[in-house]
């Protein structure tokens, strides 16, 4: 693993962590591009060569440390075949940031990719935070979407993006990381407590858990 998986849910003694918020993420892509292979490296710092295909979704957390919160996932790894596509706005609605994944060796997978894109600027909330990430970067000798091509879709599309991989653990949980980051975490003064948007962030667990909006 490139880095050490994110403690859970613990922030340092005595650090200033008091903030803790809470966000749905959600993974879409075309089936076998490594979605559950990267949710499994984040949350459990494992690779399997025979990862099952997903059926339906599945759900697991997992939380990141910032330097002065605390972000915890709530994360719905989605299946990636067809026939599980309309349950798809079940697991994006509502959700604060979203994986989008495509396997760099397979050019289909980036065009599913895109289309997924859209169906997230058109129907998610509007301020979602979108990665991009391209997987299975370890397999770069078979190649077929080109590095500088993704950057600049995402670039046009306002999307994080990264090459991952989850057999290697590259970019694993810098790409989470870099959504935790990005995620508006708002301040008690207000700034990210505007109404009319419940979905604008995250909850935050200590201080409003039932108020449904706002930011921590
Ligand atoms: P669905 O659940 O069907 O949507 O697929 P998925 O996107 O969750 O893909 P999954 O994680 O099941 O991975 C599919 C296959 O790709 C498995 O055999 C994994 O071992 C393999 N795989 C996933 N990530 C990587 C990677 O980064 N590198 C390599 N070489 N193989 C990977
Ligand atoms: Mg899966």
Known sequence: MASRNPGQRSAPAGAQAGRVCQFKLVLLGES??????LVLRFVKGQFHEYQESTIGAAFLTQTVQ?????????IWDTAGQERYHSLAPMYYRGAQAAIVVYDITNLDSFGRAKTWVKELQRQASPNIVIALAGNKSDLANKRMVDLDEAQAYADDNNLLFMETSAKTAMNVNEVFMAIAKKLPKGDPAGSGRQ??????????LKEKPNEGGGCC
């Open 66 to 74: 910032l330097d002065d919160a605390t972000v915890k996932f709530e």
């Open 32 to 37: 076998a591009v490594g979605k559950s292979s």
């Open 195 to 204: 109404g009319g948007n419940p979905r604008g962030g995250g909850v935050d």
